[in-house]
């Protein structure tokens, strides 16, 4: 889908908001981000000096039990950076707003003369490119998917669950298992894994 989303955005009649609306999903997918934490992102929330990608600060992250906004720090891993720096640097000027401003958002709307986009936008966006490039999906495809999505990459490459729950935002980590979702024989060859790894370390022995 992101593939013909990408494409798109050469011969698009629109080019300004289908570049905000597949970054920001690029965000949700790459990082795991909610759509209210991206459509609430200024511009001041990206920390570029911060680890070897570069971080988000997310100020208003969903709170467990009503807790309130509970703010988070996840890196910008799977090239978000670079999604993130082209937007910036090739769209972000395009909606007129003034980077000088305090509290200027990230995702503008193209309504509101540098106003801060909608909810519903970013999710019209997602299911229009989903029609468009992603014609044989049956199921509904949401943010909430793309999360769901971005666990379950990250656990597959290797990544632990404490890790995924820390980016994700999660209070708790039974939470997260729930977001992983892996092919039926995971299993098996998490297991032909680990005794290739013993037969590595018993050849060393020898």
């Known amino acids: ?46 920390k570029w000096d911060l680890g070897p990608f570069g971080k988000l600060h997310v100020r208003l992250g969903k709170g467990a039990n009503g807790s309130g906004p509970r703010e988070r720090m996840v890196p910008l891993i799977n090239h978000a950076g670079r999604t993130l720096a082209w937007f910036i640097e090739d769209v972000w000027a395009l909606f007129g707003g003034d980077h000088r401003s305090p509290g200027a958002p990230l ?74 979702h892996v092919h039926r024989t995971r299993i098996e060859q998490a297991w032909l894994d680990g005794q290739r790894r013993a037969a590595r370390r018993l050849e060393g022995l020898r």
């Open 1 to 46: 889908m992101f593939t013909g989303w990408a494409a798109e955005l050469t011969t698009c009649r629109k080019f300004a908001p289908t570049a905000r609306n597949y970054t920001a999903a690029r965000l949700m997918a790459d990082v795991g981000l909610r759509v209210n934490e991206a459509r609430s992102l200024d511009l001041h929330d990206i």
């Open 107 to 180: 995702f503008c709307s193209e309504r509101l003369g540098g106003g801060r986009v909608g909810y519903d936008a970013l999710r019209a966006g997602l299911a229009a490119a989903v029609a468009a490039h992603l014609p044989a999906w049956t199921d509904k495809l949401t943010p909430h998917v793309l999360r769901h999505y971005c666990a379950s990459q990250m656990y597959l490459g290797g990544v632990d669950l404490i890790a995924i729950q820390e980016m994700l935002g999660h209070s708790w980590v039974a939470t997260t298992m729930k977001y992983v």
